[in-house]
């Protein structure tokens, strides 16, 4: 089956710094790939997602990158706020109805 | 507010006690999902229905059994529980196979075994 592979387990930036989380899945069949952030208490929010077929998704100060050879997906984030502090889950979609979620990332951005 | 209802929101149980975990989705989606959220560890998918026949159950220990009437309402039934069953368990939909797989999620059922 699939493996999703996240890192880092946390990461904690100065505002106004960028913020990258890095997620790595071993079926090549994965063609969907979500990221969510789930605040303290609340439940996980997509927030951005990319296809197999697109190197790259930008949404504001959200993006996304995706490297099929290597098996890789990337979450940018920039110019970061207090507000984006949470934590992120990655995760890979292989025939669109079974999800494989990364172990997330506790972001913490200091004012 | 996704559309995607769970009740109760909060339930605490002893080992020997029967409870069930409600989810209501009002999407017009035809699969949806159980998953479990334990402290420092991944999500985990437990159960997925799509177009009301159960397609992936993940090993998942037979003291969770889930039930799925029709498209809009899925079960979660719990039985003989273990304290490592405590964690927050998230219920899903989306949309079915070849359309855009977004998954939408209900607010929680936070569970504590005693």
């Known amino acids: 089956g699939e493996n999703v592979e996240q890192h880092p387990s946390t990461l904690s930036v100065q505002e106004g710094d960028s913020a990258v989380i890095k997620c790595t899945y071993s079926?090549?069949?994965?063609?969907?790939f979500p990221w969510y952030k789930q605040e303290l208490g609340k439940r996980p929010q997509l927030i951005i997602d990319?296809?197999?077929?697109?190197g790259e998704k930008k949404d504001q100060r959200i993006a996304v990158t995706l490297n099929k050879t290597a098996k890789h997906f990337s979450l940018h984030i920039t110019e970061t706020q207090p507000e984006d502090s949470a934590v992120y889950f990655c995760?890979?979609?292989?025939?669109?109805?079974?999800?494989?979620f990364g172990s997330g990332t506790k972001l913490n951005v200091k004012p | 507010e996704t559309g995607v209802t769970q009740t109760p929101r909060h339930l605490v149980m002893g080992m020997t006690n029967k409870k069930s975990l409600k989810c209501e989705q009002h999407?017009?989606?035809?699969?949806m999902y159980w998953y479990k959220q334990s402290a420092k560890k991944p999500l985990e998918l437990m159960f997925v229905?799509?177009?009301?026949?159960?397609?992936e159950n993940n090993s998942v220990p037979s003291r969770f059994s889930p039930e799925c009437p029709n498209s809009s309402h899925l079960f979660l039934h719990l039985h003989t529980l273990q304290p490592e069953d405590s964690a927050l368990y998230l219920c899903?939909?989306?949309?079915?196979?070849?359309?855009?797989?977004?998954?939408?999620f209900g607010a929680g059922t936070r569970l504590s075994v005693l």
């Open positions: 899903a939909s989306s949309r079915g196979p070849r359309a855009k797989n977004i998954q939408y």
């Open positions: 079926d090549s069949a994965s063609n969907y």
């Open positions: 990319i296809r197999s077929n697109v």
């Open positions: 995760a890979a979609s292989e025939n669109f109805n079974k999800f494989y």
């Open positions: 999407l017009g989606h035809n699969a």
């Open positions: 229905y799509s177009l009301e026949e159960r397609v």
